[in-house]
């Protein structure tokens, strides 16, 4: 039972690539998210899925794309990245019932130049 | 959500009880408390919640005020792996299904020392 995992674990890009982080869960779980984290910050959320075919934005949405693409996998897509996207990316998934325990993975650190 | 305000930093003794404090004055009463931490820069781990009860599990205690605009975690016995950043998170807890994220501030940075 690996839980969460993200690929790649590190990328560096330059300004204007597009990359995609991709995301699986094996735990059969309904709910998955992307955050991103800045140095010294908390996580803020950048798009949701509450189940497969559904997709929601969360609060910094802008310059990402996201799939969810089965149960499984959810995928962030960066189309042209930018130096303000220099940041940690985390993916979870969410427990089905209370308390709606989140599960995180390692986390892809993304360098745009 | 609610918002939440930490302790920028704490430090420890190693073997000695951490107590953690959250404000969350302005906290609804469908609200439910959530700690989660996160070890250096790894993804964040659950630790606990709860409404208004205080609540013990296998990690840590959470201890509510009466009027529930505050909450302490409670480390029992704080060892050098506990040393992470804790973050307090108030949601509306099972509306929805629970599928909207989580509002992280900027926690507290626990620090064990030996």
């Known amino acids: 039972n690996a839980g969460v995992t993200q690929t790649p674990k590190f990328q560096v890009l330059k300004t204007g690539q597009s990359m995609t982080l991709q995301c699986a869960q094996d735990?059969?779980?309904?709910?998955m998210y992307w955050y991103r984290q800045d140095p010294g910050m908390g996580l803020r959320l950048i798009y949701y899925?509450?189940?497969?075919?559904?997709?929601d934005k969360g609060e910094v949405p802008n310059g990402y794309n996201v799939s969810r693409l089965n149960k499984r996998e959810f995928s962030l897509r960066l189309e042209s990245a930018a130096p303000s996207q220099t940041s940690v990316y985390f993916c979870?998934?969410?427990?089905?019932?209370?308390?709606?325990?989140?599960?995180f993975g390692p986390g892809t650190r993304l360098t745009v130049t | 959500d609610a918002k939440t305000t930490q302790p920028p930093s704490m430090d420890c003794a190693e073997g000695r009880a951490a107590n953690l404090p959250c404000n969350h004055s302005?906290?609804?009463?469908?609200?439910?408390v959530y700690w989660y931490r996160q070890i250096h820069s790894q993804g964040p781990q659950y630790i606990i919640h709860?409404?208004?009860n205080n609540e013990t599990n296998e990690m840590a205690s959470l201890i509510i005020t009466e009027d529930r605009k505050s909450s302490t975690l409670i480390l029992p016995h704080a060892t050098l792996r506990d040393t992470a950043v804790y973050y307090c998170?108030?949601?509306?807890?099972?509306?929805?299904?629970?599928?909207?994220?989580?509002?992280f501030g900027k926690g507290t940075h626990l620090i064990i020392q030996p």
């Open positions: 709860g409404l208004k």
């Open positions: 899925s509450a189940s497969e075919g559904t997709t």
């Open positions: 735990m059969n779980h309904n709910s």
């Open positions: 302005t906290i609804s009463g469908n609200e439910y």
């Open positions: 998170i108030v949601r509306v807890g099972y509306s929805g299904g629970g599928a909207d994220g989580l509002t």
């Open positions: 979870a998934s969410s427990e089905d019932n209370p308390p709606y325990e989140q599960y």
